[in-house]
């Protein structure tokens, strides 16, 4: 398995060290990245072949694009692919199916990715979906696994309509478990606890409460009822989350953020 990466940004990092750390071979990686620190950073931290510039690429190499939604369609026009050549492989949010086939020149051998953040670590989960009727064998489908299972966990979405929910879901899911964390530790301090009693309490109370989740044959609210003793203190904590309406503000914001993830997809699809 061959992979050019265009763009070396944090996502192609840690893909590519996670590639390498399953054990592919670093002369079947290179990257190419504008900017010359970057660059340099990959070259030293990896020893793959890095580029300012792409060139041509071999019938056997995947193409992962990299970059940013933004610079996604500059990017992808200078690339001179033959039609279908390549399995093209795209991280970038927002960026439709037929968008980039149409800036590749009818180029139907695609997938799209979701990835997240915890994928710098080794532990995240891309949602990945193929262009409907395009030319995407199902070795294709291996080769995206094999690449995103360097990093996490995947699924397939069947419908490119959902990907709007998978960056809802798991794309900005980081930062809600995040932003808990921080109200958490906050809660913690102003309670009297050390910054350091309360940040280690709050962290692997959290790490192990979805390390039991994932765990667990049962859903979160079966886990969450026998955490909430009657008359106990998490009930009372319940009560005050139900009356502020909390789950529902959470729902909502999901669905906000899967209407501007729509939004963004609608204007980066302008010609």
Not at 52 to 69: G, M, N, Q, R
Not at 71 to 79: C, D, F, I, N, Y
Not at 191 to 215: H, M, N, V, Y
Not at 217 to 243: H, I, P
């Amino acid at each position: 398995m061959k992979i050019t990466f265009i763009g070396g940004g944090n996502m192609a990092d840690a893909l590519i060290g996670g590639l390498l750390h399953k054990g592919l071979a670093r002369a079947d990686l290179r990257a190419v990245e504008i900017n010359a620190l970057t660059r340099a950073k990959l070259q030293q931290k990896y020893a793959i072949a890095c580029a300012e510039c792409f060139t041509p690429a071999s019938a056997d190499e995947t193409i992962l694009l990299a970059v940013k939604p933004q610079q996604m369609r500059e990017a992808v026009q200078g690339l001179g692919l033959s039609a279908n050549a390549n399995l093209v492989i795209s991280i970038a949010a927002g960026i439709t199916l037929d968008s980039l086939s149409r800036w590749l020149g009818s180029h139907r051998r695609l997938i799209r990715v979701m990835p997240n953040m915890p994928a710098l670590i080794g532990a995240g989960v891309s949602g990945l979906c193929a262009l409907e009727n395009g030319a995407v064998t199902e070795d294709d489908r291996n080769c995206a696994e094999i690449i995103l299972r360097a990093v996490g966990s995947t699924v397939w979405i069947d419908n490119e309509t959902q990907m709007d929910a998978v960056t809802a879901v798991s794309g900005s899911g980081p930062a809600y478990v995040f932003y808990f964390i921080e109200a958490v530790e906050e809660a913690a301090r102003e309670l009297g606890l050390s910054d350091e009693i309360a940040r280690k309490l709050t962290l692997e109370t959290f790490a192990g409460a979805a390390q039991l989740a994932a765990a667990s044959a049962d859903r979160a609210a079966v886990l969450r009822e026998r955490v909430t003793s009657k008359g106990g203190t998490t009930e009372a904590a319940f009560a005050s989350m139900t009356a502020d309406r909390v789950k529902e503000a959470i729902v909502r914001a999901l669905f906000a953020a899967k209407e501007r993830g729509r939004q963004l997809g609608e204007q980066l699809d302008k010609d």
